[in-house]
């Protein structure tokens, strides 16, 4: 049996251009969501749509999607990711689920294809989470779970809102959010863990995603003289946040397994070294395959934090930044992916996503699944970020392959 | 016996005024050292020395001198502090000593007194160490610890240099640091600790300051994916600097005494709730009156540090921003200062500076000594710092009583 093949050249190339915008001198990229560089990709990436004839639509979230129509007039299967990234970001964090999604459907129209469904490839708006909370805004409003006006009043780190922002760089577009359904949803991205690397294989079988809880605590304590004020009389911020950041870690080491334990970003106030903090503003990435244990875990860091801003004589007050429960794919979405990669010659396993993605809001509304590539050393969300041409080639391969059967 | 006194409400006034200068909206003062604030700080106090008819000069490093002429042709009595303050700084910590020191000046005008020697007030350059490292910059040049190029050289904070923003403000002087030998030193100082005022005291007669130890570390771990790094993968910066400031804490508590231990100062990066920190740059400030306790407290954390460095897979660079022994004044201009304020009726008590100050370098170059006043609540660096005005008067009356009799 044949199939048909992507480009894989071609490919290369299209991600090679489009890292062009927002590339980091170092090395990587920097296209913050609805930032000048988002922008740049988003009219790159409309563009390419119109290129190969796609009928776009933008919708009021900034969601793009670019439709390839079918022999019938059905629900369309649905490929896509994001093409924003973190500050530090890589090349292929949601990119490639993009660019390997429009690289299939090239394929499609090279071979003078005709689905029996249409075929929609989206670019789902400000799945990082970086500049604005929640993660996955845009898939969130498009699958209802978020109100078009509280997505829109969301500030970001550099205080501008989502709405304005999104007018700003020109992609508040005129589509109703969900407009658009999905018969069902598959997304292409790279592993960003070793696993996949460390067993030599080429393709992952997502069985679903992690829970995820990120929560910004704002510590509040008394600023005051490094020399004089004796430790009995302390009421230190920067303390209290160390002390917060290596519970997290215990916490993580003690529950093993899936659970991971981050605090990525930590500020101090006054932030001077001969001044004691009189206020610290952190962050907690917690994540679990297992919704009980990330319960847990939450209230483990509660308990503690609680306890020791009482010792200290600190107050403590938590926000939610987001909260996901975990996703498990259905399997008939897990083995067709196995199916489709051992039909074109792949290995592969099954695998838990330890990143949240736009797959797991898509789940809401239509079965859905995805498809990992092998991260060199397992890095991601840095700028060395990688995966090596062979196994981008397979992973479209495996994408394509999905969108024939699905849209058969 | 009476006694020349000093004119309380022309004191508070003169402290109003000028602490208009870098006023914060809540409360407070930034006047960081070499800004525009510091620079209308300067104009103002050489404004008020030349209405006294002092002989102003201002020296290369930036340091302002206001010399009251004596009957004789000797060295001066000096007396001073500085202008400068933290980010988030108090009204009273330096600026008292220098207006108070102007206070008595005119004062002995009033009178119409003659001293045998001169009499010089000093606005020393730089002393909190906020900008730029080491703190007390100006008295380090003045009595020769430090050569002019590698002062100029120091780069602040926010990249500038010491050289070129003296220049920008006008303040690179004439005169060469350390033209002016002081025959005796005296600086006025708030307490910013909690001691006098828990002892409901007026005086404190400062015994010695405590001998200081800044460092700026650099720890290089490994950015990545907060989700999808497993935990036994990870080279966390943050989490390094986190257990690192807990260990600071832990070797404070445990010497005891007069051991205090601050992290003051902490950056991540990239910064983001969702990206392991590849990079963290903290400040330690270690201080205790001993120094070989002080030795052995910078000896014990170099230890956890490296060990701790080894065990995360990750870099640290460790880099002295700033290192002075204990200081202790001599007994004489101790008991001096207690015998002054006895005779003016007010009570005393000797204690240590925990803060560095100009004193401790000019005990290098001449006989030094410090009085100390109340701090409320032992608030210092801090926009809630306060002194009520009976205990600024009679800090005052002490720096008066000094002079005349160091003078005379």
């Given amino acids: 049996m044949t199939h048909t093949s992507i480009n894989g050249g071609r490919l290369l190339r299209r991600l090679e251009t489009f890292n062009e915008i927002g590339a980091l001198p170092g090395g990587g990229n920097c296209r913050l969501a609805l930032s000048d560089e988002d922008r740049q990709g988003r009219d790159l990436l409309v563009t390419w749509m119109k290129e190969l004839g796609l009928a776009v639509s933008v919708d009021a979230i900034g969601n793009i999607f670019g439709l390839r129509a079918g022999a019938e007039s059905l629900d369309p299967v649905m490929v896509g990711s994001h093409i924003d990234t973190v500050g530090t970001g890589g090349r292929y964090d949601g990119l490639y689920g993009v660019l390997a999604g429009l690289e299939a459907l090239e394929s499609l129209n090279d071979a003078g294809a005709t689905t029996r469904r249409p075929v929609a490839l989206a670019a789902f708006t400000n ?24 997505a829109y009043a969301i500030k970001g780190i550099d205080g501008a809102s989502v709405g304005d922002e999104l007018r700003r760089i020109g992609y508040a577009g005129a589509a109703r959010p969900g407009a658009i359904k999905a018969h069902a949803y598959f997304e292409l ?7 996949l690397e460390d067993e030599g ?24 003289h490094a020399g004089a004020t004796p430790m009995r009389l302390r009421h230190d911020a920067a303390y ?9 870690r215990r916490i993580a080491r003690e529950f093993g397994g899936y659970q991971v334990g981050t605090v990525g970003r930590l500020e101090l106030q ?6 004691i903090a009189g206020r610290a503003t952190m962050t907690v990435d917690l994540r679990n395959i297992d919704e009980p244990l990330l319960q847990d875990a939450e209230a483990r860091l509660a308990t503690f934090v609680a306890e020791l801003a009482a010792r200290e004589g600190v107050s403590v007050k938590t926000r939610s930044l987001a909260r996901f429960a975990p996703v498990i794919f259905p399997e008939t979405m897990v083995s067709m992916v196995q199916e489709v990669a051992q039909a074109r010659g792949l290995s592969s396993r099954r695998l838990p996503s330890g990143a949240g993605h736009d797959a797991q809001m ?22 060395r970020e990688y995966t090596v041409p062979k196994d981008l080639e397979a992973g479209a391969n495996v994408l394509l392959g999905l969108i024939e059967r699905l849209a058969r």
């Fill in 127 to 150: 799945e990082e989470g970086s500049r604005f909370a929640p993660f996955a805004l845009g898939s969130l409003v498009h699958v209802g779970a978020l109100s078009l006006d509280d």
């Fill in 189 to 195: 991205h790279i592993e960003q863990g070793p696993i």
């Fill in 201 to 224: 294989l080429s393709i992952g079988a997502v069985e679903g995603v992690q829970g995820l809880s990120w929560s910004e605590l704002t510590i509040e304590g008394q600023s005051g």
């Fill in 240 to 248: 209290v946040a160390a002390e917060i950041a290596v519970c997290v």
């Fill in 270 to 275: 006054p932030g001077l070294v001969n001044v």
């Fill in 362 to 383: 898509m789940a809401r509304v239509c079965p859905s699944g995805m498809i990992f590539v092998p991260s060199v050393g397992g890095l991601s969300h840095n700028v």
